[in-house]
């Protein structure tokens, strides 16, 4: 499962509060992911990491900002939950070969 | 930057039965190609995946899907399904450039096997 946790894996929240997911590797991967998913939408990328203090964003990343201090740490931050952000949250990493791996998901609820 | 079109949202399907999901993708680039499985409530499974040399790629659980350059298509297949393959299924695609490191999903299709 290439080591991969999520906390909290589920969360209910009010409108306007702050809001950190976290994720956590055990195995050094340079690239780690977070997604959100959404019916009809699939998979899409927020934001990503290559690397510790080196981040990007992807195709949804309005309303979220991300930290890496540590390799095996990738922080995704909602800074003012909406209830448009109430999704399923994936956080994933790149190993060697290109392939991702995906964590077991955090559900959260913004009411 | 690549797309992919999952062409059905929904597949229901006897047990026993043959089942095929299709997957049409889009890039300017040459790709890599995957199937992910989702079982309830769960995360992300890598099924199969192509990167390069015969077409016809064979995964786990007895699924398979043929590349087709010509017609951008990455179709899976199993030829007799059970109940357990209930789930959500998605193609991804990535470029092939070492520095493209980012997969693009399609929609999903749900796949129900009945009794």
């Known amino acids: 499962d290439a080591g991969i946790t999520q906390s909290p894996r589920h969360k209910v929240t009010e409108t306007g509060t702050p809001v950190t997911l976290r994720c956590h590797q055990t195995?050094?991967?340079?690239?780690m992911y977070w997604y959100r998913q959404d019916p009809g939408h699939g998979l899409r990328l927020i934001h990503y990491?290559?690397?510790?203090?080196?981040?990007d964003k992807g195709e949804v990343s309005d309303g979220y900002s991300v930290s890496r201090s540590k390799t095996e740490d990738f922080l995704l931050t909602l800074e003012s939950a909406t209830s448009s952000q109430t999704s399923v949250y994936f956080c994933?990493?790149?190993?060697?070969?290109?392939?991702?791996?995906f964590g077991p998901g955090t559900r959260l609820t913004v009411t | 930057a690549q797309s992919v079109t999952q062409l059905d949202s929904q597949v229901p399907v006897f047990e026993e039965a043959p089942v095929e999901l299709r997957c049409n993708y889009s890039?300017?680039?040459?790709?890599?190609l995957f199937w992910y499985v989702q079982y309830p409530n769960q995360g992300l499974q890598l099924l199969l995946k192509?990167?390069?040399?015969?077409?016809l790629v064979k995964g786990i659980n007895g699924f398979e899907a043929e590349f087709n350059k010509s017609q951008t298509s990455f179709h899976l297949r199993k030829p007799s399904v059970h109940i357990s393959d209930t789930a959500e299924y998605f193609c991804?695609?990535?470029?092939?450039?070492?520095?493209?490191?980012?997969?693009?999903f399609g929609a999903g299709t749900t796949v129900t096997v009945r009794a």
């Open positions: 994933a990493i790149r190993d060697r070969q290109y392939e991702q791996y």
């Open positions: 195995e050094n991967h340079r690239y």
């Open positions: 990491s290559y690397g510790v203090k080196d981040t």
């Open positions: 890039s300017s680039v040459s790709v890599y």
């Open positions: 192509y990167l390069s040399g015969s077409t």
């Open positions: 991804a695609v990535r470029g092939r450039n070492s520095n493209d490191y980012k997969l693009s």
